[in-house]
């Protein structure tokens, strides 16, 4: 399950989860800039991509030693950073290597037009963390021509040959993570997690054969592993220390041992201590019991989320990207967002599902808005919004889980500017000053169900095995789709005014109920290229979402389309009608996780979330493009600076700002590119 929420530019005001939370929610660029602050939030824009700066309130405030915590997080993050490149493609960090050299030490014309687009494509790879884009996973196309590339290549004695030269120009390997199980899950997916002779149905017969010792607690296996075959038999080459990306996660080891020793309390350093045994071992009991003990260290004003953990990049479902964020607590926020953490038991008590479906007791559930400081792996530069971990069920069920805002990045990407998409595509005024006046409050509380309510309600039936098991290549949206239902069916709902989260429970129902509406069945689209299906799993959660509740409250006029002048508008008749259609698609959604009805999620998912009305996509594309700003957006870091004494101790960090993203980018080279051609090859395990 993907407990993180990503917020792309999009999503945001229709939240959701990725709980990379990214899952993107709404037309997030809605909000003006804020008068109070003369703070540039932007950075640079290139190709489809905005690039933003965020700062880190609070940071001054923190004790030494809190700083000392946040900066040896930050950097234990960074360390990892080439693992999460070679994850994505095989060929990323050659690749890498050669375009940097390129860039670093080529000093012809800077002006003329193929340089400008080898600066484009660079900043592109750099921003997806390789050479497939970071959320359509399609291979990211070169403007320049091969013939031009190899001038650079001699002018900068740059060596690049072979399959990685010509990948960048040929048809192979041209989507990083397919879902299609027509092409071949594996087959068709580019994602080095599996050799290239390994099938789908050779992995699910591996990994049937594997027992954990305690059945009620199954192991998370294949999280920290590329399975590939030797001499014709399956082996698992482990990621950790001595093992496979073994040099990178030294150095992470290196620093997270800092980290321990200046940890807020035990049970942080503890924690601290079953994550450094986990990386050095690849032992997933290990894994386990620092989840266990991360989940139930909860006091403290410094967080993070570090190690293999998301699995959407995996077509399959087993195998954890690397991801590092790390959080300062905003006690203010925090302290009014906890209503929701009290009164988690009431949300699973008065759930529209099916009894034997609810939880008796929800367990440990916390809730916190963070400042983020660092982020590094899947989580940059583009990053969630929202995050909900562990993911495994029965940690959470057992012991719990933790629920973050990121309050930061909210706050960077809605005063990034406004970019007129809400006027365009609302239906009328209403819609749109409803959105003006209760928007943003609708997207923080839709988030905060998400990840608080959402990812924590319902559970497995006896006997039914983990989702990636049960649903395949499906588990992921099902679950981002229903923690969105979830947050859809009670913000509509007087509780959310009773505990002081609105001053207007049907308002804020409503302008996320048309936010959701609009994106999931319009403004997303354009993040498609005409002709596409919808392949990114939160891209088609919102929408089968959104066209299930449509087409069944079709016939009750539930939701107009409109035409009007030329142009097509979704506008909600009966707002209360929709939350029970939102009610009884939560209620078959949970079922279907529960019970591990493969085939119900298929149809669900293929009828509703893949297939793009074709007209309708032609037209957004075509009303979208008189707006400049680009689809997505994501962060440049801020650079955490130490001060060192006489005795090289640190005596004071500095908060700065990178110069621009190019030059973080080959900073972050310089300074964490631990992972080479020449590594040694890792141990494996049958």
């Not at 390129?102 to 193929?114: F, M, R, T, V």
């Not at 149905?201 to 199954?218: G, R």
Request: a negative charge; charged letters at 30%.
């Amino acid at each position: 399950m993907k407990v993180k929420f990503i917020l792309s530019l999009i999503f945001m005001s229709t939240l959701l989860f990725s709980c990379k939370d990214d899952n993107k929610g709404k037309e997030v660029a809605e909000a003006e800039t804020s008068a109070e602050s003369n703070f540039d939030y932007n950075v640079e824009e290139f190709a489809d991509i905005k690039v933003l700066r965020y700062q880190i309130p609070g940071f001054e405030d923190l004790t030494l030693k809190e700083q000392k915590l946040v900066y040896y997080l930050t950097q234990a993050g960074l360390s990892g950073r080439d693992i999460m490149w070679d994850q994505n493609y095989r060929h990323n960090l050659e690749i890498r290597d050669a375009l940097e050299n390129i860039y670093a030490n080529y000093s012809g014309d800077k002006e003329a037009s193929d340089w400008k687009d080898f600066e484009t494509y660079m900043k592109r790879v750099w921003f997806s963390n390789g050479i497939h884009h970071h959320y359509s996973n399609d291979k990211i196309k070169p403007e320049f021509s091969k013939e031009y590339l190899d001038t650079l290549l001699a002018e900068t004695k740059t060596e690049l040959t072979g399959e990685p030269y010509e990948v960048i120009f040929n048809d192979k390997d041209a989507k990083k993570v397919n879902l299609d199980p027509n092409k071949g899950l594996l087959e068709g997916s580019a994602i080095n997690f599996y050799g290239p002779d390994v099938t789908a149905a050779e992995v699910e017969a591996f990994y049937k054969k594997k027992s954990s010792p305690n059945k009620d607690k199954p192991l998370s296996y294949g999280l920290n592993s590329t399975l590939v075959k030797e001499n014709g038999k399956l082996v698992e080459k482990v990621w950790k220390s001595g093992g496979l990306y073994g040099d990178a996660i030294d150095q992470i080891v290196v620093w997270l041992e800092k980290a321990k020793a200046v940890a807020e309390n035990e049970a942080q350093g503890n924690a601290l201590g079953l994550l450094i045994k986990y990386y050095q071992t690849g032992d997933l009991q290990t894994w386990d019991d620092y989840n266990v003990a991360w989940v139930e260290a909860t006091e403290g004003n410094i967080d993070y989320i570090n190690s293999f953990i998301e699995v959407y990049n995996d077509p399959l479902g087993y195998r954890g990207s690397y991801e590092n964020i790390v959080q300062i607590k905003d006690f203010e926020m925090s302290k009014k967002m906890k209503v929701l953490e009290d009164n988690v038991q009431w949300f699973e008590d008065n759930s529209p599902l099916m009894p034997e479906h609810k939880k008796k007791s929800v367990v440990g559930v916390t809730y916190k808005t963070v400042m983020v400081a660092g982020e590094a792996g899947d989580a940059s530069p583009s990053t969630p919004i929202g995050v909900n971990l562990p993911n495994a069920n029965w940690i959470r069920a057992a012991h719990g889980s933790k629920s973050v805002s990121l309050g930061n990045i909210i706050e960077a990407y809605n005063n990034a500017g406004s970019t007129g998409i809400l006027q365009e595509f609302a239906n009328d005024e209403e819609e749109i000053a409803l959105e003006e006046e209760y928007g943003q409050n609708a997207d923080k509380l839709h988030t905060a169900l998400h990840e608080v309510v959402g990812h924590a309600s319902g559970q497995l039936n006896p006997g039914v095995g983990e989702t990636k098991e049960t649903l395949k290549n499906y588990a992921s949206t099902m679950e981002e789709g229903r923690a969105d239902l979830v947050g859809l069916y009670y913000l509509m709902d007087p509780k959310i005014q009773e505990l002081g989260l609105t001053d207007d429970w049907k308002k804020t129902g409503k302008a996320a109920y048309d936010g959701y509406i609009r994106n999931g069945l319009m403004t997303q689209l354009r993040r498609l290229n005409i002709g596409d299906d919808v392949e990114e799993s939160h891209m088609r959660n919102r929408q089968w979402v959104s066209a299930w509740v449509y087409e069944k409250g079709k016939e009750e006029g539930v939701i107009e389309k409109v035409t009007r002048d030329g142009k097509t508008y979704f506008d909600i008749k009966n707002y209360e009608r929709l939350r029970e259609l939102f009610g009884e698609l939560l209620k078959e959604t949970q079922r279907i996780k529960s019970e591990g009805d493969f085939n119900a999620a298929k149809n669900l998912v293929e009828n509703y979330g893949v297939k793009v009305d074709q007209a309708i996509h032609k037209e957004v594309l075509d009303r979208n493009a008189q707006f400049n700003s680009p689809p997505y957006s994501g962060f440049v870091n801020p650079v955490l600076v130490p001060e060192m004494d006489d005795n090289n101790e640190i005596k004071s960090i500095k908060v700065t700002q990178p110069k621009d993203f190019a030059s973080q980018m080959m900073d972050y080279t310089k300074n964490f590119h631990f992972l080479k051609k020449e590594e040694k090859v890792a141990e494996t395990v049958e």
